[in-house]
């Protein structure tokens, strides 16, 4: 799957994410997208996954994976880091 329905969450407002998977569902009529997030932003990114699911497309899209994983990185100051990610794969019923 490309990453044209891949859906980044991060400092915007909620519902934009929101916006973003219900159209690629409808508009561009994909049959999954993946909602991606690393860090603080995973909590987000699993909120959304439940708020499209459970509100916007009652009935008509399921979780069909969820992927976690961790990366080691050295910031700007020279220390070691490890950051979470998660990707949420919701697809078409």
Known sequence: ???DNSIFIGN???MNYITG???QFTTKN???VIIKARGKFISRAVDVA???RKRFMNNTVTISDIKID???FTNKEG???????IEITLKKI
């Open 1 to 3: 799957m490309s990453d």
């Open 12 to 14: 915007k407002p909620f």
């Open 21 to 23: 998977v219900v159209m």
């Open 30 to 32: 994909s049959s999954e």
């Open 50 to 52: 439940e708020v499209v």
């Open 70 to 72: 961790s990366e080691d």
């Open 79 to 85: 220390k070691e880091l490890r950051v979470s990610n």
